[in-house]
């Protein structure tokens, strides 16, 4: 089996790496062949392996917007410029994404990133074409459309430059402070009822963050970010998500909290996800990082799962099921109501369809 540039085969110790999550890097679940670590009795095992640093590929995109039918997403349709994440989230569920591209779920998701350098032209094709229907556009649906690598490669913000231009509206999923270097796109968009952000704060505490997110912006800076986009006229949305039992739960309110003073107008929160890989990639993690509360954090988790790590069954697999799922979710309830974070005209629903203009590429060739 290929070894992912050396990654597959070095890293298999389960001892956490500075700036990374993943633990491990098991074999995709598509390889026929698996390859396992083994002590050649020369300690190799139990020495410190180099760290891993990440790489970029570039991949030929065939189409810009993913399309859905899911009644648990809150849109049909999507845009990723990027596969892969160096913000390295341990319980993101885009993880079992990378196996269908013949790397690890573990640390090849972190560190093994592709882009997609024609995606604002292929999204323009698109927009263009006869019959298109617009309908808001999630930007970071699968990864974060500002994880660190979008400094350099700037794609997210010439896919909101073709978006504003078409007049498309469009709402952004992220826990990056880096989405204020397109504040000046994003407030122009507003103004029209074009844009929404979703700021995701999955804890306050600034140690479990550097844990569980160690590449993301810290609590503190993206509570900035919200407040910064905020006072800019940008309607702010914070996620409270994932929800992990045992882990982040008890911050719930706290987080609605000070999101709401930053200037946050709505609020969604997702229980925990363990899909696929990801259910060994999280444990490993937790046994790591919290060892005395293992068990019982993995019994919680079952306990909204139906006896399971996790349930795929839509309608279930964002919030869970029994008493400590429903217990969660009027606790939610209660503090959105408290909190004022119940405005309807913080959803996607607000944002303006009509504006779309499909000949916006052939108008700006005329003015060339």
Not at 101 to 126: V, W
Not at 146 to 155: A, I, K, M, N, T
Not at 206 to 225: D, I, T, V
Request: some cysteine; overall charge positive; charged content about 25%.
């Amino acid at each position: 089996m290929p070894d992912g540039g050396g990654h597959s085969l070095i890293h298999k110790g389960l001892a956490p790496q500075r700036g990374r999550a993943a633990l491990s890097n098991h074999t995709p679940r598509f390889e026929r062949q698996v390859v396992e670590a083994f002590d050649d009795g020369w300690g190799s095992l139990t020495e410190d392996m180099p760290s891993l640093r990440t790489s970029l590929t570039r991949e030929a995109a065939k189409s810009a917007l993913t399309y859905n039918d899911s009644p648990d997403l809150g849109f049909d349709r999507s845009i990723n410029p990027y596969r892969g994440c160096e913000h390295g989230c341990v319980y993101c569920y885009a993880r079992p994404s990378h196996a269908y591209l013949g790397l690890s779920p573990g640390l090849d998701f972190e560190t093994r990133l592709l882009f997609k350098p024609d995606l604002p032209e292929i999204l323009e094709r698109e927009l263009s074409r006869p019959g298109y229907v617009p309908r808001p556009v999630a930007l970071g649906a699968n990864t974060d459309p500002y994880q660190p690598v979008e400094r350099e490669q700037g794609l997210t913000r010439r896919v909101l430059e073709v978006l504003e231009r078409f007049g498309h509206p469009v709402t952004i999923v992220t826990k990056s402070a880096g989405v204020l270097r397109d504040a000046d796109i994003l407030a122009r968009m507003a103004k029209r009822n074009l844009a929404q952000v979703c700021i995701s704060i999955t804890t306050l505490d600034a140690k479990l963050a550097r844990a569980m997110e160690p590449r993301a912006a810290s609590p503190l800076r993206r509570l900035e970010a919200v407040r910064a986009l905020a006072a800019q006229g940008i309607p702010v949305a914070v996620l409270a998500a994932p929800m992990i039992p045992g882990i982040n739960d008890a911050e719930l309110e706290r987080i609605l909290e000070a999101s709401a003073r930053a200037g946050a107008t709505s609020a969604g929160y997702v229980l925990l996800r363990l899909p696929l890989e990801l259910r060994q990639i999280f444990e490993e993690w937790l046994n790591a990082h919290y060892p005395e509360r293992a068990a019982r954090v993995l019994a919680l988790v079952r306990q909204t799962r139906g006896g399971k790590l996790y349930d795929a069954r839509f309608g279930q697999r964002q919030t869970g099921e029994g008493a400590y799922a429903e217990l969660l979710a009027r606790r939610f309830d209660v503090a959105l109501r408290r909190l004022g974070l119940d405005r309807r005209e913080g959803g996607t629903g607000r944002l303006d369809c009509t504006q779309f203009n499909p000949h916006a590429a052939s108008r700006q060739l005329a003015l060339l």
